[in-house]
């Protein structure tokens, strides 16, 4: 993923301002509890465990994405804040399976949550990567999803895609929906224009 090794150097600056509400709400909606097990798929440069860790819970949280650039933003961060209890690891998101995560993760292979904010529009093979997650996560696990979706195709949309190597028509709130029990989605108020169309966050419980 040579782009986002690129982008690395200028995502959080160019991109923080219009995401930033988008997952202090889905963490909201994730309702974390003491004790749990949290993963962020395609976590970038973990611009999500600042909300994460502003719950101020005892939790263990694991950041996984493809780009060593975008891990290497996250692990500074990460370090700068001294926030505890983060491990990072580089991995293509189509290859998380129960197995994998045993033997490069962790023992126990599930999560009590998984957070993908802004992956599943731009990692290959989505609809099975969102299965991944779902069979990585525990009885009544929860996946809390940020995206984006073109409902209408403008100018912005075709730049944003360039830009984020990202495809904003897949269906992936609709998905979600049919994937889990406890649906749950809203739309962040954020220009279209801005983001290449409507910024939703949705959630579900795992079937
Ligand atoms: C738009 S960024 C989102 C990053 C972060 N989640 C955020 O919200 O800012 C998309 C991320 O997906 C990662 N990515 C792309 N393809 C991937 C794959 N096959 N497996 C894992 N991560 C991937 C990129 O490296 C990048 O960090």
């Not at 986002?4 to 309702?31: C, I, T």
């Not at 804040?81 to 599930?110: C, H, M």
């Not at 609709?174 to 809203?186: I, Y």
Request: hydrophobic content about 40%.
């Amino acid at each position: 993923m040579k782009w986002y090794d690129v982008f690395s150097n200028f995502y959080d600056a160019s991109l923080e301002k219009l995401y930033f509400e988008s997952r202090k709400r889905a963490v909201e909606l994730l309702e974390l509890n003491a004790g749990q097990t949290v993963l962020d798929v395609a976590c970038g440069t973990g611009a999500n465990f600042r909300h994460i860790k502003a719950t101020n819970l005892e939790l263990d949280i694991y950041g996984t994405d493809f780009s060593a650039g975008m891990l290497r933003r996250g692990q500074a961060t990460i370090e700068k804040e001294q926030w505890t209890n983060i491990k990072l690891f580089q991995a293509d998101a189509r290859d998380l399976s129960p197995s994998f995560v045993q033997e490069q993760i962790k023992n126990e292979p599930y999560f009590d949550k998984i957070i993908c904010a802004l992956g599943l529009s731009v990692i290959p093979d989505w609809e099975s990567v969102m299965d991944k997650m779902l069979g990585l996560l525990k009885e009544n696990g929860q996946l809390v999803l940020i995206d984006v979706f073109a409902e209408k195709r403008t100018f912005n949309t075709w730049l944003v895609e360039k830009i984020a190597k990202a495809d904003l028509d897949r269906k992936i709130g609709q998905r979600l929906e049919q994937k889990t029990s406890n649906f749950h989605c809203e739309y962040l108020p954020v220009k279209e224009n801005k983001v290449g169309g409507k910024l939703f966050v949705a959630i579900g419980i795992k079937k």
